[in-house]
């Protein structure tokens, strides 16, 4: 499942992932599923037709990314491997970071995060030009949906509905509805 909240030119893209590292870190080893959120930017194309045609809109690069994960085998709402990616090299994400404070309250902690479009974009190193004012006040304002899609993408991989292991094959390791 995918949602995608749209501003002026920033966005915010939510799905479930399912995942399995295949070089993973001491501790991170096995599969893990959750939630994926990126903050990326927005670009509206030139109509295609008349006044009337839609507007070709495109979730473009990623800024940052929260992974509220925990592994398959673990305990159900332990959040054991949530992280996040301060920041992008073109389309690849830096190192994972993990948070004390992002692991005790998540969505509280996301919440947080939303309504500091200034300090995530400072953080990833974006300049402030990508997003506008209005951008960082409807990303706060609308920050409890945003949070409260989250929460209901979670009870989905919690109800074993969203986030399933791959059925292609051996080698896939990555199945997510959209990120």
Do not use: C
Not at 128 to 141: G, M, N, Q, S, V
């Amino acid at each position: 499942m995918l949602y995608v909240f749209g501003f002026e030119r920033i966005g915010v893209a939510v799905s479930d992932i399912f995942f399995v590292d295949p070089n993973p870190d001491r501790g991170q080893e096995g599969a893990e599923h959750g939630v994926r959120l990126e903050v990326r930017v927005l670009e509206q194309a030139e109509l295609k037709g008349s006044i009337y045609s839609a507007r070709p809109i495109r979730v473009d690069r990623p800024i940052w990314r929260l992974d509220l994960l925990e592994a398959v085998a673990g305990e159900s709402g332990s959040f054991d491997r949530t992280h996040h990616h301060p920041a992008f090299t073109g389309w690849e994400p830096g190192p994972r970071v993990f948070d004390k404070e992002l692991s005790a309250d998540p969505l509280g902690w996301l919440e947080g995060r939303l309504g500091d479009l200034d300090g995530v974009l400072r953080e990833a190193g974006v300049e402030p030009d990508d997003a506008t004012a209005a951008d960082a006040a409807r990303l706060r304002e609308r920050a409890p949906e945003i949070v409260d899609s989250v929460r209901g993408l979670l009870a989905g991989v919690r109800a074993g509905e969203l986030a399933r292991p791959p059925e292609e094959g051996p080698g896939d390791n990555v199945r997510a509805s959209w990120l």
